[in-house]
C-alpha cells in the first residue's frame, strides 16, 4: 500500500527507532503499530542465523532508507531486501546453463 509522503516520513523514522532496538537486542515497549508488527513477523519469517543476523539487519536498515530515498512509497521487507539481494542487479538474474547431456551406454 503506497502512503503519502508525510505518512511514510513518519513511519521511515519510526522503523529507524524499531531497527535500533532489534540491533541492540531490546526491545523497550509492548505496544506496536500494525506495520511494525508486520515487519517484526517478516524478518522473524526469514528466520536469520544469529551468527550474521545483526549485519543483515543493519543493511537491511540501509537498504530500506535508501529506497524511501529514491521514491519508494511503501517501506520496504525484509523477505524484499532479501529476494532483491539474491536476485541481482535488473538483466543480471543468474540463469542456469545446461551442460552436456550425458548419454547412457
Known sequence: M?????EL???????NKLMQELL????????????????LLD?????????NRREILRR??????KYVDRGGRTLLKLSEYLEKKHRGPLGTE???V??????PI
Not at 524478518?43 to 542465523?49: D, G, H, N, W
Not at 545446461?98 to 548419454?103: I, K, L
Request: proline share 6%.
Open 9 to 15: 516520513e513518519a513511519r521511515l523514522f519510526q522503523f
Open 2 to 6: 503506497t502512503l503519502p509522503v508525510h
Open 98 to 103: 545446461p551442460g552436456p547431456t550425458q548419454t
Open 60 to 65: 537491511y536498515q540501509k537498504a530500506a532508507n
Open 94 to 96: 543468474k540463469t542456469a
Open 43 to 51: 524478518i522473524e519469517a526469514c528466520e536469520l542465523r544469529d551468527s
Open 24 to 39: 541492540r537486542g531490546r526491545i523497550h515497549r509492548n505496544t506496536f503499530q500494525s506495520w511494525e508488527v508486520e515487519i
